[in-house]
């Protein structure tokens, strides 16, 4: 487990290293990589029900090729 002491050292490292103007750029970049992260998430789910929907009604309709050639 992480004590507050680490926490407190490991800030000092990331405002020294980085300066405290660019934290939230950094911040913010990450955050808005994640919101996209999620959507694409969830439109793919979407796109993989559209398309398991689709099968599905498929298999429910009769094969109406083989009226076709007959």
């Known amino acids: 487990m992480v004590s507050m002491q ?3 050292v ?3 490292i990331v405002v020294l290293l980085f300066g405290a103007k ?3 750029e950094l911040a913010k970049g990450l ?3 994640i919101k996209n992260f999620k959507n694409a ?6 796109e993989v029900k559209t398309i ?10 009769p094969n109406n090729e ?3 050639t007959a």
Request: charged share 40%; no cysteine; net charge negative.
């Open 6 to 8: 680490n926490l407190i």
């Open 10 to 12: 490991i800030l000092i």
């Open 22 to 24: 660019k934290i939230p």
């Open 31 to 33: 955050g808005i990589g």
């Open 41 to 46: 998430i969830k439109e793919d789910e979407a």
């Open 52 to 61: 398991e929907g689709d099968k599905e009604k498929e298999a429910k309709t």
């Open 66 to 68: 083989s009226a076709k």
